[in-house]
């Protein structure tokens, strides 16, 4: 496996430790907000739908590589999330409203979680492209990701 992808796996695990941090937190802790809003349904829409590409998208990058067509496939799914991450924000302004908005660490942590994307998205698109070039197929290729850093080479 490539530096790119390592770091792709890497920046996957960062994403979902922050989208989990602001569900439990500022969703269900301190918003409460199943409970108090019952106008929420647009927000939870975007949010499973979301969460459908997440569970593709996380389940499968760590063990399998998109080949060929399913390459684009992949591109697809991601820039899909986009769209409806860009739309939840619009959404979210909407249904806040009546808790006078998101929380301002909410909004930072959205922030944060962007750019964190991004990163990812930088580093895979490279990916991407190698393996466009490959027969199409989804084949098993699990990621040797080390649960720790490496130590540095004593002088």
Not at 47 to 59: E, P, S, T
Not at 89 to 102: A, C, N, Q, S
């Amino acid at each position: 496996m490539d530096t790119n992808m390592d770091t792709v796996l890497w920046l996957l695990a960062l994403l979902g430790v922050l989208g989990a941090f602001d569900t439990l937190y500022y969703h269900e802790y301190r918003g409460q907000l199943p409970a108090r809003l019952p106008g929420l349904r647009p927000e939870l829409k975007l949010h499973a739908a979301r969460d459908f590409i997440y569970v593709i998208v996380f389940g499968s990058l760590p063990w399998l590589a998109w080949l060929g067509a399913w390459a684009g496939v992949l591109a697809v799914l991601l820039l899909a999330e986009i769209v409806i991450t860009i739309s939840d924000f619009i959404v979210e302004d909407r249904v806040r409203k009546p808790l006078g908005g998101l929380f301002a660490g909410e909004r930072a942590t959205h922030a944060l979680m962007g750019i964190v994307y991004g990163a990812m998205l930088a580093n895979l698109v490279p990916v991407l492209l190698d393996w466009r070039e490959d027969s199409t197929g989804v084949v098993l290729d699990p990621a040797p990701v080390p649960w720790r850093p490496s130590a540095r080479p004593s002088r």
